[in-house]
């Protein structure tokens, strides 16, 4: 079980109107849960959503969607993925 305390989660995937969050400790993923998506805050119903949550007994007993982690993110991801598109091809890959 995880510890009470709070976590960075980000929204993993929304399915079947449920959202499966990851919660992160100190840049690890550390745990998973699964929520209504209903209870998401609204601006963070969508994937890759970064919020701040407090675990109490083990269960999510409140959010705070965090737009500028969420924006900082996805620049960070879309950057990875330039420098990664501009490699020059290995000589084993020609």
């Known amino acids: 079980m995880t510890a009470d305390g709070t976590y960075t ?7 079947d109107g449920l959202a499966v ?3 992160e400790a100190d ?3 550390v745990a998973e ?3 209504d998506r209903e209870r998401l805050p609204e601006t963070a119903r969508h994937v890759d959503a970064v919020l701040t949550v407090e675990l109490v007994d ?4 409140a959010m705070d969607y ?3 982690a969420t924006e900082e993110r996805a620049e960070d991801a879309q950057s990875r993925f330039d420098r990664l598109s501009r490699r020059p091809p ?3 890959e020609e």
Do not use: H, I, K, N
């Open 58 to 61: 083990g269960d999510v007993e």
């Open 27 to 29: 840049g690890e993923t």
């Open 66 to 68: 965090e737009p500028t």
């Open 90 to 92: 290995r000589d084993d």
């Open 33 to 35: 849960r699964v929520l």
């Open 9 to 15: 989660a980000v929204v993993d995937r929304l399915e």
């Open 21 to 23: 969050l990851l919660l």
